[in-house]
């Protein structure tokens, strides 16, 4: 099982930036998808869900307008586009698979990738 993020950087406050994150090694199509971030000092937050087959979404109140997630299940990719970016979305952001079958829980991550909002 393999979660590469991609598309990290740095940006300056307002800009945006389009985060991918290429699955393999699992059916992707049948798992959620999610992003997470975590900041120096923080603990790891949810930034946005998606369903299986991408009908459903779910956003951090926070990220709300701002932060849109979708998902290619031909490319086992999903994505995050961020747009207006703030210095207080300064993270390393994570790539999230879940997938619950009966008593079973199977839950993959990526490695990050950094996101640095910065003048």
């Known amino acids: 099982v393999r979660l590469v993020e991609s598309g990290g950087g740095l940006v300056q406050p307002g800009g945006s930036l389009r985060l991918s994150c290429a699955a393999s090694g699992f059916t992707f199509s049948s798992y959620a998808m999610s992003w997470y971030r975590q900041a120096p000092g923080k603990e790891r937050e949810l930034v946005a869900t998606i369903s299986s087959a991408g009908g459903s979404t779910n956003y951090a109140d926070s990220m709300k307008g701002r932060f849109t997630i979708s998902r290619d299940n031909a490319k086992n990719t999903v994505y995050l586009q961020m747009n207006s970016l703030k210095p207080e979305d300064t993270a390393v952001y994570y790539c999230?698979?879940?997938?619950?079958?009966?008593?079973?829980?199977?839950?993959?991550w990526g490695r990050g990738t950094q996101v640095t909002v910065s003048s």
């Open positions: 999230n698979a879940k997938r619950v079958v009966g008593s079973n829980a199977y839950d993959y």
